[in-house]
């Protein structure tokens, strides 16, 4: 079957950094996205990862292995407004999303 | 821009009642879809359209129809409104549906609850 699995919760400190992990299982892959959801708003889309290895959007980066079904977001100089849950999605052969639960992020001062 | 405009916001429905949560987007994206968010899991798709006058079933259908008269326009409707149906809706819209790099962009969420 098809299946995503990130950590349900996680707290990191202000200014320092924190990696949220998700491995997946799919049929066929189409590429893993990376959104972020502030309590009560809509997700908004942060990264989008098909090949393997790194990609940096300033603060924010994602990384992607294929051959291990992994990724995983890092987020740099934690901010207070980064807390939010983050939302793992891997696209299946048929270009269907298959969504994680969400990490929810809590940052403290 | 407005982007996706979703209404209404919240809702509040007795058991057996039905109503229609309506989606417009105006860039001109050709996929559109719902999905149903509930506490501890992922988005779980109800409906999708690929484009006007097309629309398929995604993972759970059940008790929701939907409609794709415009490129614009994808109502979700509930037939028989149940408790189970509680939940945060969500439309989402892309350019298409049929590229791996296509971003989603959501509404703002609809809060349904059934009595």
């Known amino acids: 079957g098809q299946n995503i699995d990130q950590p349900t919760e996680m707290t990191a400190t202000e200014g320092a950094i924190v990696q949220i992990n998700c491995t997946y299982q799919?049929?066929?892959?189409?590429?893993l996205f990376w959104y972020q959801q502030h309590a009560g708003e809509a997700p908004t889309f942060l990264s989008y990862?098909?090949l393997d290895g790194l990609e940096e959007k300033g603060r924010f980066s994602s990384f992607l292995s294929r051959s291990k079904g992994y990724s995983y977001l890092l987020l740099k100089e934690l901010q207070m407004k980064d807390s939010a849950s983050y939302l793992c999605?891997?696209?299946?052969?048929?270009?269907?999303?298959?969504w994680g639960a969400g990490t929810k992020l809590i940052i403290k001062p | 821009n407005a982007g996706v405009t979703q209404t209404p916001k919240f809702q509040v429905l007795k058991t057996g009642q039905s109503m229609t949560l309506q989606c417009a987007q105006d860039?001109?994206?050709?996929?559109m879809s719902w999905y149903r968010q509930d506490p501890g899991m992922g988005l779980r798709l109800i409906h999708y359209?690929?484009?006007?006058?097309?629309?398929d079933q995604g993972e759970v259908p059940n008790g929701y129809n939907v409609s794709r008269s415009t490129t614009e326009d994808f109502p979700l409707r509930l037939l028989s409104a149940a408790p189970s149906q509680t939940s945060v809706y969500f439309c989402?819209?892309?350019?298409?549906?049929?590229?791996?790099?296509?971003?989603?962009?959501f509404g703002a969420g609809s809060r349904l609850t059934v009595l």
């Open positions: 989402a819209s892309s350019p298409t549906g049929d590229s791996g790099a296509n971003v989603l962009t």
């Open positions: 860039m001109n994206h050709e996929y």
């Open positions: 359209s690929v484009g006007a006058g097309i629309t």
């Open positions: 799919t049929s066929g892959f189409n590429g």
């Open positions: 990862n098909v």
């Open positions: 999605a891997a696209m299946d052969s048929n270009y269907q999303l298959i």
